[in-house]
């Protein structure tokens, strides 16, 4: 499984938005779980959304396109990291290639 995640980064102002995606290599209907995470520079990977969790912003997935979201919406600063999409399959770990997030204030 791999994932093409070329699209939705940047740089923004605070308060702006962003809508990240990511194209999986395979269906995602048959994967069992999907997230997206953000790794800020000096601290650890985390959580930010995904299936049946939720967080301040919003996860979605459209299985016709293979391609998972990340909709971001009053940006701060502190959101500012590096994001990557995410999908747990028959017991496996994958991660897409990150993209870079930037919030100025």
């Known amino acids: 499984l791999r994932f093409s995640c070329r699209r939705g980064g940047g740089l923004v102002q605070a308060g702006g938005s962003l809508r990240l995606s990511c194209v999986a290599s395979?269906?995602?209907?048959?994967?069992?779980?999907m997230a997206w995470y953000r790794q800020a520079p000096g601290l650890a990977r985390e959580l930010v959304a995904g299936?049946?969790?939720?967080?301040p912003f919003t996860f979605s997935r459209d299985n016709a396109k293979n391609t998972v979201y990340l909709e971001m919406h009053d940006l701060r600063p502190e959101d500012s990291a590096v994001y990557f999409c995410?999908?747990?399959?028959?017991?496996?770990?994958?991660w897409g290639e990150g993209t870079q997030v930037t919030v100025s204030s």
């Open positions: 395979k269906n995602t209907a048959d994967i069992n779980y």
């Open positions: 995410y999908a747990r399959d028959r017991g496996a770990d994958y």
């Open positions: 299936d049946a969790v939720k967080g």
